[in-house]
């Protein structure tokens, strides 16, 4: 068993420096490359591009990125596992095998594809056995939207591509797989942790949530002398150097900009946490306040102590539903009384969105450069400001109403007050509004499917 | 006396649908326990009067010197239903920071924040 297992991430998501992953694989030694490519509501997009194209309806970045680093790879051995399938797993594992051929590595690249996350054809039969995937947030079943669903989704674990990796996968493809899990899965393979050995999975899991959002442990969105950090046009993305006892270091490659230490760590540990006792995940339940942090020299904090608990007996799905319709449009005041001139512009739309008559479930103004971000907090806005933007959304169910309020923002301009700009993008864009649902489902109900592939 | 809370904490914030979440770290070990004291979730909920609208939770993070809010109804709707500028409440960190709490000399002089 090696003693060491180095985990680097290269996307903290689907949109993230396109360079990351290859600087990853060649800024020094690496086992495994872990990507995460699908944020909540992006299966929906996929599904609609599936829609479209039976080829299309995973991440397509993944695949020009694999063409640049798999010969690295496969000479190094360096394992990926990537949630860059989506909703066509296949077709993802496919483009990839093909590019493999093209780069004459045919027969020497193993890709495994995990499947059965999608439960898209099933809601209906789950619906009528009583399982009502009731919103985690809301308490509403999901018959309240039955109709507007675009997609349905499992959260997967570890499991699965612990059993590809078996199977003797160098790529490891999937489609909703949590993001802890990309980096659990190789530990748990490595190190031949055993399914109930909670301590150690949730030691993983957290390894995972440290490095899963890139480069916002090492020096990025960092708050703690922020000014100091170091170089971050070249920020190197995390690394998680792992041990068999569940303890690991948290680093990034040498020459690399950016900073890991103890307070980058802790902000990205508490970084969109809930309950810290209850870290839920489909491997374990993590528990954050066990967890142990220790300077281990430069660019390097040590994480250990942590323990966990035995896994829940359900998957969180991930449903996403057609909620309406929004825009927003924008316009900027300059000196002098730019905030006034913007609140006076504010009252001017509004009037006319109400002579109108148009009908919205929601109108936000908002003065960026005043309050937008601080609200009320940022106290009383100068009244010397150079500018203030005016920003106003609308939201509902009538797309020609949100149509209407774009072609309203632009003459403001000319029938409203003074030192006014900021219009070449021209009307706001009406954006279709794709909603997230979170349900539980019974573990027993999902069967994950793995299957490796030679290319 | 009275000290802003930067002085004494960095943050990260985030979301999780409606809620936004802030993790507030104490900048030094023997800054934590005046956290723990002053930063209370009815205190935080009452520096965030009309911007959340729903209960404050506070969880306890000794292991990290950090404590952890949830500010429910905060997003207007969360995600992609929010008009907010701020959806993903990124900037909620700071905003409590702003906060001013009570110090007592002693330990002002301890923290050195003279």
């Keep these: 068993m090696k003693q060491t297992i180095r985990i680097a991430a290269g996307q903290g998501f689907w949109g993230d420096l396109p360079d990351a992953p290859v600087r990853q694989v060649e800024g020094g030694p690496i086992d495994y490359l872990m ?62 095998i093909e590019v493999a051929r093209e780069l004459g590595l045919a027969g020497k690249v193993r890709i495994g594809i995990v499947t059965g996350d999608d439960i898209m054809s099933r809601i209906d039969e789950l619906l009528s056995r009583g399982i009502e995937l009731r919103n985690m947030d809301t308490g509403e079943p999901l018959s309240a ?29 999937t489609g909703r ?12 393979h490595e190190f031949g942790w055993a399914s109930d050995d909670w301590n150690h999975l949730a030691a993983g899991t957290i390894a995972g949530h440290i490095i899963e959002c890139g480069a916002q442990c090492s020096g990025g969105n960092c708050q703690f002398e922020w000014r100091s950090i170091p170089d971050l046009a070249n920020v190197g993305f995390p690394i998680a150097e792992a041990s068999p006892d569940g303890t690991f270091v948290i680093t990034k490659h040498e020459g690399t900009g950016g900073r890991v230490n103890i ?9 969109e946490m809930g309950d810290p006792h209850e870290y839920i995940t489909p491997d374990c339940v993590a528990d954050f306040t066990t967890i142990r942090l220790q300077d281990d020299g430069r660019d390097r904090v040590r994480v250990f102590g942590i323990e966990g608990r035995p ?29 006034e001139k913007a609140q006076a512009a504010d009252k001017i739309l509004r009037a006319r969105l109400e002579r109108l008559g ?82 539980l489902i019974p573990k027993k109900e999902i069967e994950p499917k793995v299957e490796v592939l030679d290319a | 006396m009275k000290v802003q809370l930067t002085k004494l904490a960095h943050a990260r914030s985030g979301d999780k649908g409606d809620t936004a979440n802030v993790g507030l770290i104490a900048l030094r070990e023997d800054a934590y326990p005046i956290l723990v004291r002053e930063v209370t979730a009815e205190r ?12 404050v939770e506070r969880f306890d993070l000794p292991n990290l010197g950090a404590l952890n809010f949830l500010l429910h109804e905060s997003l207007g709707g969360g995600g992609t239903l929010s008009l907010m500028t701020d959806a993903q409440g990124k900037t909620f960190s700071t905003a409590l920071l702003r906060m001013e709490i009570e110090v007592s000399d002693d330990e002002a002089r301890k923290l050195e924040l003279n």
Aim: charged residues 20%; contains cysteine; proline residues 6%.
């Design chain 1, 311 to 339: 896994a829940t007996e359900f998957l969180k799905v991930s449903i996403s539903y057609s909620a309406g319709y929004k825009a927003v449009g924008t316009l900027v005041y300059a000196w002098p009384d730019a905030y």
């Design chain 1, 358 to 439: 148009l009908q919205f479930e929601h109108t936000l103004t908002e003065f960026v450069g005043a309050n937008a971000t601080h609200g009320a907090l940022a106290g009383e806005p100068r009244a010397d400001a150079p500018e203030v933007q005016l920003r106003v959304g609308v939201r509902g169910q009538d797309r020609a109403a949100i149509e209407r309020f774009t072609k309203e923002i632009a003459p403001l301009i000319l029938t409203g007050p003074p030192a006014v700009t900021g219009f070449a993008g021209g009307r706001p864009k009406v954006e279709e509004i794709v909603a997230y649902w979170p349900a």
């Design chain 1, 263 to 271: 307070p980058s760590v802790k902000e990205q540990l508490v970084y």
């Design chain 1, 177 to 188: 797989a949590t993001d802890t899990g990309l980096t659990l899965a190789p530990l748990i």
């Design chain 2, 44 to 55: 935080v909920k009452q520096h965030f009067r009309g911007a959340c609208h729903g209960d």
């Design chain 1, 145 to 173: 939207v039955r109709d507007a669903i675009q997609s349905a989704n499992v959260y997967l674990g570890a499991a699965p591509l612990v059993e590809a990796l078996k199977q003797g996968a160098q790529i490891v493809i």
């Design chain 1, 35 to 96: 990507l995460d490519y699908l944020a909540e509501v992006t299966m929906s997009i996929m599904q609609k591009q599936k829609a479209r194209d039976p080829n299309a309806g995973y991440a397509r970045d993944f695949i020009p990125l694999m063409k640049r680093i798999l010969p690295a790879c496969v000479e190094r051995d360096i394992k990926v596992t990537a949630n860059a399938g989506g909703v066509n797993v296949r077709g993802c594992a496919n483009a990839l």
